[in-house]
């Protein structure tokens, strides 16, 4: 079989690398590229080789920043007390979305000891120091088994320090059907149910 | 809502130009980016770059070549009496998996009056040229409406010529259910139905 050009294959090969990529979509996404408009091909190419020069980590709260520090951390309106702890830069944006106006702090993952992560490579050490001089941290861990024992050692982690610890509340997805929820979530949400009435 | 970086931003808005990614998938990967290895980042987008440097079209058959003759056309032990017409380069690539060893000539695209295609817009000059020397020109066009149209067109063009003309075969799928084959397939592999016998 006829390989295709060097250059084709080159471009094909990288792409595959990206999730949710396989080889039938990179070699489809491959085709397009060749008669795509040729500046938006050297744009995208731009883009990429400034996202690795401009690109770098929050050194307050481990986000994605262009400076030394994030847009949020140096925003001087929003509410210093109160810090959401997340695991990758990508979900501030989602808290973002809600209009929370607290301070995040990322962790940079879960504990997982199967896959030979630890306490050690999470971003912690200065998540206890910015906790000292907080209100309130919000644990805002995905519900994964990792997610929830990543969780319970903050919990832990921070319970000498004089500061309220929260956690997101499990319960049914808004708008949510009992019937296709799972048995798990029914049962958490039965467990953390909410008082509704002063009775 | 808190912006993204500008340059994260700015290759979300590159990747998002791409077939089949939403802004969704784009930020998706868009932040796989941002943690991938520095190098791959950087190596996708020379590839790119270089992608827009290296590809150029064959001057024989107008498929995708890296100077001014692409592999098939420069291969002497191919059957030069035959030549598959074919829409895209990418199409090449679908008929060499089955092992054809003749030659190709990319149309650049079917005749379609609403986005205002004409005979002019395809590469039908140099086919008519390199019609007069073939043995057999096989049309190789999708079976969509202006596929079949652009098909009609070129038998009727080459129809001068001393060249026989073939066509891709219409009929069931290798493999395909009668119960889910649509009906105007049922109809052209009954029209043209194959003798196997020699009653």
Known sequence: MTPYPPSLERVIQSLVKLPGIGQKTARRLGFFLLTAEKEDVIEMAKSLEDLTKYIQFCENCHSIAEGSLCEICKDPHRDQGTICV??????????????????????????????????????????????????????????????????????KLLADQDVTVTRLARGLPVGGNLEYVDDLTISRSLSERVKVNNG
């Open 86 to 155: 997340v695991e990758e830069p990508a979900d501030i944006f989602i808290f973002e979305r809600t209009g929370f106006r607290g301070l995040y702090h990322v962790i940079g993952g879960v504990l997982s000891p199967l896959d030979g992560v630890g306490p050690d490579d999470l971003n912690l050490q200065d998540l206890l120091k910015r906790a000292s001089t907080a209100k309130e941290i919000i644990l805002a861990i995905n519900a994964s088994i990792e997610g929830e024992t990543t969780t319970l050692f903050l919990t």
